[in-house]
């Protein structure tokens, strides 16, 4: 096994772990940004008002996209096992 395969597995690897992550963060950071906005012009400080709209945003994007999720791990690691015997020989 080549320092260049390791170097690819790893990518792609760390590649889908940040788009699954991106998936899940990005949404809610802006609804936290557009939370954070409207509670300085009203000047009303309820920690509530940030952290519900955040979670409920991203359990609503698990839900939307957990398939697509568990799909881009599948096909990561169904690639991992079927070139395994192309990197051991």
Known sequence: MSPEQ????MSQGINTIIVMVAV???P????GLIVS???AATQI?????????RLIV????????GH?????LQDLFNELFHNIPNLIG
Not at 58 to 65: A, D, G, H, P, V
């Open 6 to 9: 390791i170097v690819t597995i």
């Open 24 to 26: 899940l963060i990005i």
């Open 28 to 31: 809610g950071l802006i609804v």
């Open 37 to 39: 906005i409207f509670q």
């Open 45 to 53: 400080q309820e920690q509530t008002l940030s952290f519900l709209p």
């Open 58 to 65: 991203t359990l609503f994007m698990l839900i939307f996209s």
């Open 68 to 72: 697509w999720l568990l799909k881009q």
